[in-house]
């Protein structure tokens, strides 16, 4: 399985599948966090951006969520 499209992230998301964390990282601007796929977060689509590693989450102004830790998993 690959999460090249947003489709696919936002099912991997969805679903909490751990298998993607570290595969991308879900940033949400109403809280300005970024997380894994396994984040029990569940923000809206709309307020969801994909990254491909946490520095671009992190240059584009995100900060590490602090219930799913995403720092912790390897990218
Ligand atoms: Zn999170």
Excluded at 1 to 19: C, G, K, L, V
Excluded at 26 to 33: E, F, H, K
Excluded at 38 to 67: I, K, M, T, W, Y
Aim: net charge positive; hydrophobic share 45%; aromatic share 10%.
């Amino acid at each position: 399985m690959t999460y090249d499209t947003d489709d696919a992230r936002w099912a991997a998301w969805e679903t909490r599948d751990r298998a993607a964390d570290g595969a991308f990282f879900v940033a949400v601007r109403t809280t300005g966090v970024y997380c894994i796929a396994s984040c029990p977060a569940r923000p809206l689509r709309q307020n969801v951006v994909f990254h491909d590693s946490r520095e671009a989450a992190r240059a584009a102004g995100f900060r590490a969520c602090l219930r799913c830790k995403p720092d912790r998993v390897a990218a």
